[in-house]
């Protein structure tokens, strides 16, 4: 049985893809391939030339930079990599990534938090009526 490796251009595409956002099915949806075949890329790592540009083209980054991605360094979109000259804007970095992700989880606390409240009540309204 081979194993996998985890720095495979899979996970750099799994990685990259995360952090723009989208679910494998939105990127297959973008490069007009099936949410199962971007799973079967980003698990193997195989994947066409041309898929892969359309991959860096959905990701708004290049192939050379998910073919060289590593997890440690910072995202690099196609139009950042284009303004070499503006080295702050280079780069889409964890701390925004970080931001969005507490930001989501925020708002799934409040409607956890809403859904809790509704049950309380609802168990308080059958209380009541024994």
């Known amino acids: 049985m081979q194993k996998h490796s985890k720095n495979h251009i899979g996970n750099n595409i799994r990685i990259l893809r995360v952090t723009a956002g989208l679910s494998q099915a939105e990127l297959g949806e973008r490069i007009g391939k099936t949410r199962g075949m971007i799973s079967h890329i980003e698990v193997f790592g195989k994947v066409n030339h041309r898929t892969l ?6 990701l708004q980054t290049t ?21 070499q000259s503006d080295q702050s804007t280079h780069y889409a970095n ?6 969005r992700e507490i930001s989501l989880l925020e708002e799934l606390v409040t409607y956890q ?3 809790i409240h509704l049950l309380e009540q609802k168990l308080e309204t059958e209380h009541q009526r024994t």
Do not use: C, G
Not at 94 to 99: A, F, V, W
């Open 53 to 58: 540009v359309s991959i860096a083209e959905a």
């Open 113 to 115: 938090k809403r859904i």
């Open 94 to 99: 964890d701390h925004q990534y970080l931001k």
């Open 63 to 83: 192939v050379e930079n998910i073919q060289t991605f590593t997890p440690s360094q910072p995202v690099v979109t196609a139009n950042q990599a284009t303004n």
